[in-house]
T-cell receptor, first 114, second 115 residues
């Protein structure tokens, strides 16, 4: 398909791990991003991964990339109530794309219960 | 603070009004973007500017008129809007490069309500 796909909702208990999944579209996409949006705010870049990597870890965040399946995931360890937000994945496509344009998924609403 | 500011943060306007949204970036970037974010819909890219030149217009109705006088400033002029235009309007900037790494930095958005 042409769209970046994400599940819309995820609920976890505080202290558990959260895994947010994303399927992107272009196997030649160079960089893939995770953004976080808190209520009433803009999108904040959380982390990114270059396409030649399989995994990237940044404190509580782990990004896994499966290029064969065009699947990206974001794992948040020890999830806290402050992690409740909408998480967007985005790809920087190479083919037929305006330079600089990112393609976003619909976002996953993460709710963390105390 | 992302280095991208937007004003106003909230705007209520009637369908016959004319108003403008402003975006300013202090990051030295060359590309700027307008997005529309509506409830229950994906983030919609409206316009892309590179070095003050418009490089993408995603079939946006003419009641939305962008202006990019320089690489640091971006405006969205609004006139005769419809209630369905009520949304959060986000501005972003980036520094595109052929290497493919061009994270976008977003402003906090303008919450627009059309009555």
């Amino acid at each position: 398909g042409e769209d970046v796909e994400q599940s819309l909702f995820l609920s976890v208990r505080e202290g558990d791990s959260s895994v947010i999944n994303c399927t992107y579209t272009d196997s030649s996409s160079t960089y893939l991003y995770w953004y976080k949006q808190e209520p009433g705010a803009g999108l904040q870049l959380l982390t990114y991964i270059f396409s030649n990597m399989d995994m990237k870890q940044d404190q509580r965040l782990t990004v896994l990339l499966n290029k064969k399946d065009k699947h990206l995931s974001l794992r948040i360890a020890d999830t806290q109530t402050g992690d409740s937000a909408i998480y967007f994945c985005a790809e920087a496509r190479r083919r037929g794309s305006t330079l600089g344009r990112l393609y976003f998924g619909r976002g996953t609403q993460l709710t963390v219960w105390p | 603070e992302t280095g991208v500011t937007q004003t106003p943060r909230h705007l209520v306007m009637g369908m016959t009004n004319k108003k403008s949204l402003k975006c300013e970036q202090h990051l030295g970037h060359n590309a700027m973007y307008w997005y529309k974010q509506s409830a229950k819909k994906p983030l919609e890219l409206m316009f892309v500017y590179n070095f003050k030149e418009q490089t993408e217009n995603n079939s946006v109705p003419s009641r939305f008129s962008p202006e990019c006088p320089n690489s640091s400033h971006l405006f969205l002029h609004l006139h005769t809007l419809q209630p369905e235009d009520s949304a959060l309007y986000l501005c972003a900037s980036s520094q595109p490069g052929t290497g493919g790494y061009y994270e976008q930095y977003f402003g906090p958005g303008t919450r627009l309500t059309v009555t």
